[in-house]
């Protein structure tokens, strides 16, 4: 018997080489185009001249990964809103992942 554990350490995420792409045509299509592009590009314009001065992908996988989660969030919001919930005690999300961190 082996005292190795057979199992190894989970990769980082890392998304598909075209997700960027994909994010952004998704967003154009959205009800929130007008807001959610120009943040989108900004945001991702910022994590790509970190990426050069570090050399590091870490910032734009973060950037996908948190797009595709408003993205993949959008619906349950809209659904949370129209039924007049209150919203009035919100906390950032960003703000509770950027502790775990």
């Not at 299509?29 to 991702?44: H, I, K, T």
């Not at 990964?65 to 919203?87: E, H, K, N, T």
Request: glycine share 4%; aromatic share 8%; hydrophobic share 45%.
């Amino acid at each position: 018997m082996s005292a190795q554990p057979d199992h190894g350490p989970l990769a980082p995420y890392a998304p598909a080489p075209g997700a960027p792409a994909e994010l952004l045509a998704q967003l154009r299509a959205s009800d929130r185009a007008d807001r959610w592009v120009p943040a989108f590009e900004q945001e991702w314009t910022a994590a790509l001249e970190e990426s050069r001065r570090t050399f590091s992908l870490a910032g734009l996988y973060a950037v996908v990964q948190a797009w595709q989660a408003r993205i993949a969030s959008a619906p349950a919001v809209d659904a949370f809103l129209a039924a007049g919930r209150d919203d009035s005690d919100f906390v950032d999300l960003e703000e509770i992942r950027g502790r775990r961190r």
